[in-house]
C-alpha cells in the first residue's frame, strides 16, 4: 500500500512539473514588450474618458485642461498618479477623477516604472482626447559597459545622451492627431 | 496451467484437502519492488536524473553559476560625467538557471530555452546579495549540434541597467561550451563564437579562438564525466548606437560533460577582458573608454 502511495504522490508530482514547465514555455513564447506604444496606452484613456467626465462637477467644470502623470507598473496597474488643472475645482472631483483612473487596465509590459503624462481638454462642453501622451521609458543606458552601482537611472540617462549612444529613444513616438 | 490447476483442485476435493484461493501476494510484491526501486533510485526525481538522450531532451535541466567580476576603467576626453571619478569595482554575481529543449529548426539546428531563476548580485556575497531584474527573464539560445552557438533570441529583455545580460554576455558560452571530440590527452583547436544581437545597431560578437585537451575521465558528484580544459584568445566587435568598440583578452577553463549522458556537468572559467568603447561626439575628439573586466567564476549542474 506504501508502495502504491508512492507512485501516486510521484505521479502528481510530475503531473504538476510537466505542467508548470508548460505554463513557462507558453509565456516565454510570446513575451511581453518591453516598452508600451502610444497607441498602447491611448486606447485604455480613451475608453475610460466617459467614466472621467461622469464624475459629479467634472462636466460642469469651466473650459480647460488636466494634466494627468502616472506610472504604470508591469502588470498594466496605474499607480503614482498626480493630477493636476484648474478644472479639477473641489477636492471631491479631483477624488472621483482619481479613483475611476486608478480603475482603467493598461497592457502588460516588461519595463519597471514606465512614466506617462497625458492631459485631457474640455471646451464646450466636450472633452476632448487626451491628445498629449509622453512616455518616458527609463533609459537602457550605454551597453556592454559595467556601471558603478551607485549612478542612478537619471546620470545614466544624462550620460547615455551625452555619449551619444542614445540620440532619442525608440519608444517615444509623436501623438497622433 | 489452468487445466492442470483444476486437477490439482478436483482431486483435492475429492480428498478432502482444503482449496487454496488464488493468492494476490506476488501482485503486491512486484508493486512494492517497483516502489522500492523508484524510491532508492531517487524517488520522484528519478525520471529527471537518468541519463538517456530522452531524458536531456524532455526534462529541464538546472544550473548554479557564481561568478566575480572586476571591473577598472579608464575615460579619455571627457571630465564632466558622473562615471569619471568611479573607483575600481567587484562586483559578485549568483544565477540560478534552467534551460530546456523548445524547438528544432529545418537546419538541425535546436532552440534551447533560458530562464534565469532567480538572479542575485552585489558588492560581496558573505554580505549578502541583492535580487536584480534578471531573475525571472528568459532568453532563447539557438545551437548545433555539440552545443555550437548559432544565435541568442529575446535578449533585448536582459540588457540594460539591473538586468546587464550585455555585460556578463560571457555567460552564452559559458552555458553552451564547444570543446571538440577528443581522445584522451590530445588537443586541439576549436573556436567558440557568440553573438549578443539586441538590435541591429547594438551588439556585442565575441569568439574565443580556444585550444582544447581532454584531460580524461573524472567523477564529478559520484558521476563520471569527462574533463576537457581550454585556454586561448578572446576578442570581439561591439555597437551600441553610434559608438563602437572592440574586446581583446584571453580566456581559460575546464568543462567537465558527463559521461552518460553528454550533459554538460561543470564549467570553470576564468576570462579577462579590455573593452573599448569609442563614442564619436558632433564636434572634437569624442569619448574613450577603456574597461577592464575580470570574470571568474563556475557553472555547476543542480539537481533541484
Known amino acids: 500500500v ?71 507598473a508591469p502588470s498594466g496597474e496605474p499607480v503614482d498618479l498626480q493630477l493636476s488643472g484648474p478644472m479639477l475645482g473641489s477636492d471631491d472631483v479631483a477624488a472621483c477623477v482619481r479613483l475611476r483612473f486608478l480603475e482603467l487596465r493598461f497592457p502588460e509590459h516588461d519595463e519597471v516604472g514606465e512614466s506617462v503624462r497625458a492631459v485631457v481638454a474640455k471646451q464646450a462642453d466636450a472633452f476632448l482626447p487626451f491628445v498629449d501622451v509622453q512616455i518616458e521609458p527609463r533609459s537602457i543606458g550605454p551597453l556592454f559597459l559595467k556601471f558603478p552601482r551607485e549612478l542612478n537611472s537619471a546620470d545614466l540617462s544624462t550620460w547615455a545622451l551625452g555619449l551619444g549612444s542614445m540620440a532619442s529613444d525608440r519608444a517615444v513616438a509623436p501623438p497622433s492627431p | 496451467v489452468e487445466e492442470g490447476a483444476r486437477a490439482v483442485r478436483i482431486m483435492q476435493a475429492a480428498l478432502g484437502a482444503p482449496v487454496r484461493r488464488p493468492s494476490m501476494r506476488p501482485i503486491f510484491q512486484l508493486l512494492l519492488s517497483v516502489a522500492v526501486a523508484s524510491a532508492t533510485s531517487g524517488g520522484c526525481a528519478a525520471r529527471q536524473r537518468s541519463g538517456g538522450a530522452e ?213 570553470d572559467f576564468d576570462w579577462k577582458r579590455q573593452v573599448e568603447m569609442r563614442y564619436p561626439a558632433p564636434e572634437g575628439e569624442g569619448v574613450r573608454i577603456l574597461q577592464d573586466q575580470h570574470f571568474v567564476g563556475r557553472l555547476q549542474q543542480v539537481s533541484e
Open chain 1, 2 to 72: 506504501s508502495g502504491l502511495l508512492l507512485l501516486l504522490l510521484c505521479q502528481g508530482a510530475w503531473a504538476a512539473e510537466e505542467e508548470d514547465a508548460a505554463a513557462a514555455a507558453a509565456r516565454d513564447a510570446a513575451p511581453l514588450p518591453r516598452y508600451l506604444s502610444v497607441t498602447e496606452l491611448r486606447q485604455p484613456l480613451l475608453t475610460g474618458l466617459p467614466a472621467l467626465a461622469a464624475c459629479p462637477g467634472f462636466a460642469a467644470a469651466p473650459d480647460g485642461s488636466v494634466e494627468l502623470r502616472w506610472r504604470i
Open chain 2, 55 to 267: 531524458a536531456s531532451v524532455a526534462a529541464p535541466q538546472r544550473f548554479r553559476i557564481d561568478l566575480t567580476l572586476d571591473v577598472r576603467s579608464v575615460v579619455e576626453g571627457t571630465a564632466s560625467h558622473p562615471w569619471t571619478a568611479a573607483p575600481d569595482e567587484r562586483t559578485a554575481l549568483e544565477l540560478t538557471v534552467e534551460t530546456s529543449a523548445s524547438r528544432t529548426f529545418r537546419d538541425g539546428s535546436e532552440g534551447t530555452l533560458v530562464r534565469v531563476t532567480a538572479a542575485r548580485h552585489g558588492a560581496d556575497a558573505e554580505a549578502g546579495l541583492e535580487a536584480m531584474e534578471l531573475g525571472g527573464r528568459s532568453f532563447e539560445l539557438r545551437v548545433f549540434e555539440g552545443r555550437e552557438i548559432l544565435a541568442a533570441d529575446l535578449v533585448e529583455h536582459l540588457v540594460g541597467p539591473a538586468r546587464q545580460l550585455d555585460v556578463y554576455d560571457l555567460l552564452l558560452p559559458v552555458l553552451s561550451p564547444f570543446p571538440p571530440p577528443l581522445d584522451v590527452g590530445q588537443s586541439a583547436a576549436r573556436a567558440m563564437r557568440w553573438p549578443l544581437v539586441v538590435a541591429p545597431d547594438r551588439y556585442v560578437r565575441g569568439t574565443v579562438a580556444a585550444t582544447w585537451t581532454n584531460v580524461g575521465l573524472v567523477e564529478v558528484e559520484a558521476s563520471p564525466a569527462w574533463r576537457l580544459d581550454y585556454q586561448g584568445p578572446w576578442t570581439g566587435k561591439l555597437r551600441d548606437g553610434r559608438a563602437q568598440g572592440a574586446v581583446k583578452g584571453t580566456a581559460s577553463g575546464s568543462v567537465w560533460i558527463d559521461a552518460a549522458s553528454g550533459a554538460l556537468a561543470r564549467h
